[in-house]
């Protein structure tokens, strides 16, 4: 794949790693971002082995081992603290077999870090695409200038607003799920807030993402969490919350404006077609989903790692392409029915309907660590197998030719 020349759109989490990958096999990478000094939106992150996996093999370990937290638990709970199930993946020791929490700013500052006058990837930030063609054409505005540029692989990482997926022929369906959530940073490492509540307002979670940092996020589409954010009304929100979950007062009493909370609506993206020409689609622009399973950046780096894989292997670019989507179209597919289920089973609240939900859970958890196979399914690629072929690529592109 030397001398490939690939254009990616979108310096957010997908298409730092991609141009990261893509450099790696050879490619001659251009990195278009449209914010003139990129920063990471959101408030925390779970990494899971699948996303660890691929950063890890990208000699990006000791960064985010030093900038996150390792969970000491995460247990899913019910609003009265009792066990439904442990979500926690098995460690096996090995660099990769655990989740990881950290800021996203810090992990899009570790990436950013990483590609910046990396050999092989030119970054344009400040640059606006405005079009991309199946010829791989893109136009832009960078600088105050029009111009375009041509590009064998032009791969649309730029999230749920997707140019590349509105320019191409993807036969995109976009839904807005009707689902809420807010997400937020407060000071205390006492706070003591770790895994996932599910509550009759719906889920309520946190973990630490730093020395002193905890990092909560919850759903506020019932009607009385839903009244509240309308209004703007923080101390309607907290007393909400304290009313059914006693234990999350402390963290939102740490909450000084409600402009320090991130609201999101969640928008599921399905696509016909990930491939248009010389077009691609990765992360949210081809498939974002509920955040339920913690799997809307994880699956965007593996998307990144298996793109990069087949184009590595040898044979047309067309073929490539196929083999690609035919590894993630229907495995990422699961995951975003999966995640959809459990946002709705999150919002039960009638008893009975609470007790089966939860019998069925521990059950589901129970099978899952008995049949690593099931277990590995929300992961869609191993783990192993993901950083054995990122650290091969890595070792080979180091190597003298």
Avoid: K
């Amino acid at each position: 794949m030397y001398e490939l020349d690939v254009v990616i759109v979108g310096g957010g989490i997908g298409g730092m790693t991609a141009a990261l990958l893509c450099a790696d096999i050879g490619a001659q990478v251009t990195l278009l971002e449209r914010v003139e000094a990129p920063a990471a939106v959101g408030a925390g992150i779970l990494l899971q082995p699948n996303g660890l996996a691929v950063l890890t093999a990208l000699g990006l370990g000791e960064a985010l081992e030093a900038a996150g937290c390792r969970p000491r638990t995460s247990t899913l709970r019910n609003a009265r603290g009792a066990t439904i199930a442990d979500l926690a993946p098995p460690e096996t020791g090995r660099s990769w077999d655990h989740l990881l929490a950290l800021r996203r700013s810090s992990l899009h500052q570790i990436l950013i870090d990483a590609v910046v006058g990396r050999s092989g990837i030119a970054t344009r930030f400040g640059a606006e695409v405005t079009a991309a063609r199946s010829d791989g054409t893109v136009e832009l505005r960078w600088h105050d200038r029009v111009s375009t540029i041509t590009a064998d692989l032009v791969v649309g990482a730029d999230g749920v607003s997707s140019t590349v997926r509105h320019s191409g022929a993807f036969g995109a369906r976009v839904r807005d799920t009707g689902a809420r959530y807010l997400r937020g940073l407060v000071d205390g490492p006492e706070l003591d807030l770790e895994g996932e509540y599910w509550t009759p307002l719906g889920l309520f979670g946190g973990a630490l993402v730093g020395a002193s940092t905890t990092y909560f996020y919850a759903a506020v589409t019932a009607p009385p969490v839903a009244t509240a954010v309308a209004a703007r009304d923080l101390e309607a929100l907290r007393s909400a919350w304290a009313d059914v979950l006693p234990v999350v007062a402390p963290v939102l009493d740490r909450v000084q404006r409600f402009d320090d909370l991130l609201i999101n609506d969640v928008t599921r993206v399905d696509c016909d077609h990930w491939v248009d020409g010389r077009l691609v689609l990765l992360g949210d622009a081809a498939h974002a989903m509920a955040p339920t399973l913690g799997q809307g950046a994880n699956s965007t780096i593996v998307d990144a790692a298996v793109l990069t894989a087949e184009l590595s292997a040898g044979g047309p670019l067309p073929e490539a392409l196929t083999r690609y989507v035919g590894r993630r179209r229907r495995s990422v597919g699961r995951v975003q029915d999966q995640a959809d289920r459990l946002a709705r089973m999150s919002r039960f609240t009638e008893p009975w309907r609470c007790a089966l939900r939860d019998t069925g859970l521990r059950m589901a958890a129970r099978l899952a660590r008995a049949a690593p196979r099931l277990g590995g399914l929300v992961q869609q690629e191993d783990p192993a197998d993901l950083h054995r072929t990122v650290a091969q690529r890595r070792s080979d592109a180091s190597t003298p030719r």
